[in-house]
């Protein structure tokens, strides 16, 4: 038996959540074309952040006998709340990981207070009504759309696809919920990425808009007998720069507005891991792929304790994950089904939110 929380982020001020971009140029390398003197937040917080905030909350309120400035006491404790490493991806067998008592998450969606009323959003399908000749015809959410021909010299994949929320009724643009926040800096040179007087660099952080109260809300599944509810109202870091976030935590689920379904599609309601030959099941895709990188931690050994610190931090490999909002097609039920075997089969991925669908 488990019980199911859910639990709202709500940005104390400014927030930056990191990607895949650093301060960085020169030497030719993989990570060159990421490399920029602009960084820029994400407007989401990455699942691994949220089981890490998660990991350390549950850890910090375990008791003197299992944590305290900042070093972990009793490994066996420890072990026992939050599992003994953090995220990692097995490519061989993706199974389910042992994080303690959270035993998942689900992935991170906007909600928004207008009117004490309270509206989920989630990420709308990448899609756009399409018209081109000699193409074939069909319906999504009722509304007529045509699959391109490719072969066209005109066509553009991405012309005209915007990111967009739903409520299932409505789409949101991005910049209605979320407010760019620039600050200005002369302390890292762009070369070398050493500290320097004279150097200069841009970062964006982002805040909510003012239009309505909004907050990052996911649902999480813990040990039966394990009250989460009981950290409500603490303070809690996420991301970067002293990103601080108030948690609120309920054991009252609020379900999301049906998002209809379409028959001969699959559309990704969050990031989602899959391989070139999962991809070729589908007969045609609107897609977009976000770079995906996470720390890695263990309960480390040292001389006299036990402890997470930044000593004992790795950080991933690179991957290339398939971006919220987009949308599979199918010429037979067959290769749709097992396209969803596929990213259901992922299971540590599922674990923490990732290769959600609808």
Known sequence: MSKKYQITLTPVDKYFFGGDMKFKVGNKGEEEHYASYIIRSEMFPQ??????????????????????????????????????????????????????????????????????????????????????????????????????????????AKDGLST???????????????????RMGIDRNINTGKTEDNAMFKQISYRFSDKSHYCFVFDVE???????????????SVGADNSQFIISISDTIVTNPDIKPVN???????????????????????????????????????????????????????????????????DTEENRMNFINKLEEKQEFRQIGYNEYK
């Open 47 to 156: 699942q691994t952040s949220l089981l890490g905030m998660l990991r350390f909350l549950i850890l910090k309120n375990g008791g003197k006998e299992v944590f305290t400035e900042g070093k972990i006491q009793d490994p066996e404790k420890a072990k026992d709340l939050i599992g003994e490493q953090s995220f990692v991806v097995d490519e061989t067998k993706h199974e389910k990981k042992n994080f303690g008592k959270i035993l998942g998450l689900s992935h991170v969606k906007i909600r928004r207070m207008c009117g004490g009323q309270c509206i989920d959003l989630d990420f709308a399908p990448l899609f756009k009504e399409i018209d081109f000749s000699n193409s074939s015809s069909g319906t999504y959410n009722l509304k007529p759309f045509c699959i391109p021909d490719i072969t066209e010299n005109d066509y553009k």
């Open 164 to 182: 967009l929320l739903t409520d299932g009724v409505k789409t949101y643009p991005l910049d209605e919920i979320f407010k760019e926040n620039r």
């Open 222 to 236: 813990v040990s039966e007998g394990f009250a989460l509810d009981k950290y409500n109202g603490q303070m809690v």
């Open 264 to 330: 001969n599609a699959v559309y990704l309601l969050s990031p989602a891991f899959l391989t070139q030959e999962d991809v070729r099941l589908a007969k045609f895709a609107i897609t977009n792929l976000v770079p995906f990188r996470f720390l890695k931690s263990t309960l480390a050994n040292t001389p006299d304790s036990y402890r997470i610190t930044r000593g004992g931090l790795g950080r991933s490999k690179r991957y290339e994950l398939y971006a919220p909002g987009s949308v599979f097609y199918f």
